[in-house]
C-alpha cells in the first residue's frame, strides 16, 4: 500500500534552516509530484511547492520562493523539504503528499512534520 | 491566486442529520474542485474530486456538486466519525488554495 513516511518533529532557532524527508513506498516514485503543504497552528492549509521525482521539476507558491527548496534522491525514493531563514511565521506542520496523476489532487499523505522556531 | 471562500466556519450536527458546507472560489474553477477531511490530530484524507467524484473508500454519504464559483459537500446520515474539520481546494491554477476550513461537531 501507498505510505509516505515523514520525518520526526523539530525544533530549530530562528534565522536557521531545517531539511525534513518524505519517504515513499508501495508505488512508484518517479511516476508522481511530491507537493508539500503547511498547516499553521490550528489553521488552514497551504500548498507550498511540488517537485516530479523523475525530471526534478518544480513548482512553487510565489510565497515560498527563497523560503522553501525541493529536492528528490530517486535511489531511495525519498522526498526532502528544505525552509531557510526560519522565523516564528515558519512553525507549523508541514505534509508531503503524493499528487494523482489524471486529476492534481492530493490522493495520500504523510504524518506531517511539526516544526517548532523558537530560540 | 484564486480565494476559495469556505462557510459555515464552524457545524454543529446531530447524528443522522444532513449537513452542508459551501465552498466559494473567487473565479470560475471550472469543477477543478477537491474536498479533504481531517480528523482530530491526522493528516487531511481526499474526500472528493471534480467537484462530484468520490474517491475510493470514502462511503457514499459523502457527496459533492456544484459549478462556476459554488460548491458544496453534502454529508447525509451524520455518523460519529464524521466529527472533523473539512476543507474544500481548487486545482485550477497554480498556485492550489485551500479554504479556511469548516469544523463538524456533534450536537
Known amino acids: 500500500q501507498v505510505k509516505l513516511l515523514q520525518s520526526g518533529a523539530a525544533l530549530v532557532k530562528p534565522g536557521a534552516s531545517v531539511k525534513m524527508s518524505c519517504k515513499a513506498s508501495?508505488?512508484?516514485?518517479?511516476?508522481?509530484?511530491v507537493s508539500w503543504v503547511k498547516q499553521s497552528h490550528g489553521k488552514s492549509l497551504e500548498w507550498i511547492g511540488e517537485?516530479?521525482?523523475?525530471?526534478?521539476?518544480?513548482n512553487f507558491n510565489e510565497k515560498f520562493k527563497g523560503k522553501a527548496t525541493l529536492t528528490v534522491d530517486k535511489s531511495t525514493s525519498t522526498a526532502y523539504m528544505e525552509l531557510s531563514r526560519l522565523t516564528s511565521e515558519d512553525s507549523a506542520i508541514y505534509y508531503c503528499?503524493?499528487?494523482?496523476?489524471?486529476?492534481?489532487?492530493?490522493?495520500?499523505w504523510g504524518q506531517g512534520v511539526m516544526v517548532t522556531v523558537s530560540s | 491566486d484564486i480565494q476559495m471562500t469556505q462557510s459555515p466556519a464552524s457545524l454543529s450536527a446531530s447524528l443522522g442529520e444532513t449537513v452542508t458546507i459551501e465552498c466559494r472560489a473567487s473565479?470560475?474553477?471550472?469543477?477543478?474542485l477537491a474536498w479533504y477531511q481531517q480528523k482530530p490530530g491526522k493528516s487531511p484524507q481526499l474526500l472528493i474530486y471534480?467537484?462530484?467524484s468520490l474517491h475510493t473508500g470514502v462511503p457514499s454519504r459523502f457527496s459533492g456538486s456544484g459549478s462556476g464559483t459554488q460548491y458544496s459537500l453534502k454529508i447525509n446520515s451524520l455518523q460519529s466519525e464524521d466529527v472533523a474539520s473539512y476543507f474544500c481546494?481548487?486545482?485550477?491554477?497554480?498556485?492550489?488554495?485551500f479554504g479556511a476550513g469548516t469544523k463538524l461537531e456533534l450536537k
Open positions: 473565479e470560475d474553477i471550472y469543477n477543478g
Open positions: 517537485i516530479y521525482p523523475n525530471s526534478g521539476a518544480t
Open positions: 471534480n467537484a462530484n
Open positions: 503528499t503524493r499528487r494523482a496523476t489524471r486529476v492534481p489532487v492530493f490522493d495520500y
Open positions: 481546494q481548487q486545482y485550477y491554477n497554480y498556485p492550489y488554495t
Open positions: 508501495g508505488y512508484t516514485f518517479t511516476d508522481y509530484w
